[in-house]
């Protein structure tokens, strides 16, 4: 099978050439694993493969592994991957979120200015658009079968021990960069957390066979 990997933006290529891969631990590597057998068998049965990346207040972390999760697939060319978010309930994609993936090299246009605001974050010149917005996670944007609930969260995975649809339930937890809002180390966390949240998802997808 022949894959075609779509060329990201050169400053996003910067940011990846700074992942860490050797230093994903044994430990993360198998709770990563469920996630690389579900994106595997779909790709085997030549199914469509989508993830929904949840949270509690679907502002941060799902966010940025919803973001990484489809520039992923793009860079290592696997195709028919939709990637969503959702939170427990809804409040607004929070704009260091935001600024972290501009200055890691994604191009974002706000195209709706409102108390939840909606992105356009592209990762490449000919791809489409992500569209960010805070939703819950069950919300019409998103999927309502066949897809993989994967709760970055520990709150959210235990406020939610039913994720209807979902063919797949996988906890991927990360911690909450919002404890460092407002302090001196705020935008380092939020770029640290991105960071390993896009080493790690690339790992996942670096492990799939096509």
Not at 30 to 58: D, G, M, Y
Not at 81 to 99: I, N, R
Request: net charge neutral; proline share 5%; glycine share 4%.
């Amino acid at each position: 099978m022949i894959t075609t990997k779509s060329i990201l933006f050169p400053e996003i290529q910067k940011t990846i050439e700074d992942f860490k891969i050797t230093a994903i631990t044994a430990e993360r590597k198998a709770i990563l694993q469920p996630l690389v057998e579900f994106i595997q068998t779909k790709v085997n049965e030549q199914k469509e493969i989508r993830l929904n990346l949840i949270c509690t207040h679907n502002s941060r972390r799902s966010h940025l592994s919803q973001v990484w999760a489809q520039t992923a697939s793009a860079y290592f060319g696997i195709k028919n991957v939709f990637c969503y978010s959702g939170g427990t309930e809804a409040t607004a994609l929070f704009p260091v979120v935001a600024k972290t993936l501009e200055n890691q090299g994604f191009k974002i246009k706000t195209i709706s200015e409102t108390n939840n605001p909606i992105y356009a974050i592209k990762y490449a010149e000919n791809e489409h658009p992500i569209i960010g917005f805070s939703k819950k996670y069950d919300d019409p944007f998103n999927p309502k079968s066949e897809f993989a609930a994967i709760m970055t969260c520990s709150q959210a995975d235990g406020g939610c021990p039913f994720i209807e649809g979902a063919q797949m339930r996988i906890p991927i937890t990360f911690e909450d960069p919002k404890a460092f809002d407002n302090t001196p180390q705020q935008a380092e966390k939020y770029k640290e957390r991105s960071l390993q949240i896009a080493t790690e998802i690339f790992y996942v997808f670096s492990q799939i066979k096509q």
